[in-house]
């Protein structure tokens, strides 16, 4: 099953989850819906380090 990155508008911007990313990705980017960037391996470190919680990595067809 895929997965999905999906950042809601709880972000704050403040890039915690680009200084745990492998790539260092611009994750907040995705702010209000799903972060579709070809890099991301969807690892899930962005999730959880965010502390709230506006990041989380879904399985397709979940909302």
Do not use: H, T, Y
Not at 31 to 60: H, S, T, W, Y
């Amino acid at each position: 099953m895929m997965k999905r990155l999906v950042v809601s508008k709880k972000c704050v911007k403040c890039k915690k989850c680009r200084k745990v990313c492998p790539f260092e990705l611009k994750i907040w980017k995705g702010r209000g819906g799903e972060f579709a960037d070809p890099a991301c391996i969807k690892c899930g470190r962005c999730a959880a380090v965010c502390k709230k919680k506006a990041i989380a990595l879904v399985n397709d067809g979940d909302q």
